[in-house]
């Protein structure tokens, strides 16, 4: 089973900083990773897929990048709304697995 | 709009089964892959298991494997999840989630979950 291990834990930032967020993987995964934010009491909401593609709807400052072991979400500029547990997952035949999470919150 | 809206949950005692479903709508269903993620609340996601469009392929998480079977019917529209011998720790949120398009590593909708506790 490929790991992703997620650093760090937790995020405190400010609004208008910049967030930038690590998934590494046990083993080369190619590109096939996306991202998620979830919020209290609401389902996951996909951000970006094959690492680098932003899903629909999903603004601008929402960046992914990396290949094979390591990966990173860039949130160029905090917003209120942004502050949530962001995971990664990844996909290897039909298998799939999540991150921990890192939690970005207030500072 | 898409809509994925799951039912089935509620507490059952340990080593007993449980059927969970998810009803589909505003989407050609039989074009994509079907999933379920659990989460433990106040915990992270956990992948539990996946079917391709036409059943022919599925994966299982190896927690689950053995124990529980995905299915679909893709006349109805709809997405189950049979669990057979619960364990206390199969206690979470139940999603089904739906897969961006074949080959493409995401999941792009997903439901608001259905809670199973498994409990004496």
């Known amino acids: 089973e490929i790991v992703l291990t997620q650093s760090p834990a937790t995020l405190s930032l400010s609004p208008g900083e910049r967030a930038t967020l690590s998934c590494r993987a046990s083993?080369?995964?190619?590109?096939?990773l996306a991202w998620y934010q979830q919020k209290p009491g609401q389902a996951p909401r996909l951000l970006i897929y094959d690492a680098s593609n932003r899903a629909t709807g999903i603004p601008a400052r929402f960046s992914g990048s990396g290949s094979g072991t390591d990966f990173t979400l860039t949130i160029s500029s905090l917003e209120p709304e942004d502050f949530a547990v962001y995971y990664c997952q990844q996909r290897s035949n039909w298998s799939l697995t999540f991150g921990g999470g890192t939690k970005v919150e207030i500072k | 709009e898409v809509q994925l809206v799951e039912s089935g949950g509620g507490l059952v005692q340990p080593g007993r089964s449980l059927r969970l479903s998810c009803a589909a709508s505003g989407f050609t269903f039989d074009d994509y892959v079907m999933h379920w993620v659990r989460q433990v609340p106040g915990k992270g996601l956990e992948w539990v298991s996946g079917i391709s469009w036409n059943s022919g392929s599925t994966g299982y998480a190896d927690s689950v494997k053995g124990r529980f079977t995905i299915s679909r019917d893709n006349a109805k529209n709809s997405l189950y999840l049979q669990m057979n011998s619960l364990r206390a720790e199969d206690t979470a949120l139940y999603y089904c989630?739906?897969?961006?398009?074949?080959?493409?590593?995401?999941?792009?909708?997903w439901g608001q979950g259905t809670l199973v506790t498994v409990s004496s």
């Open positions: 083993q080369s995964v190619s590109n096939y």
């Open positions: 989630a739906k897969g961006v398009v074949a080959g493409t590593t995401g999941l792009d909708y």
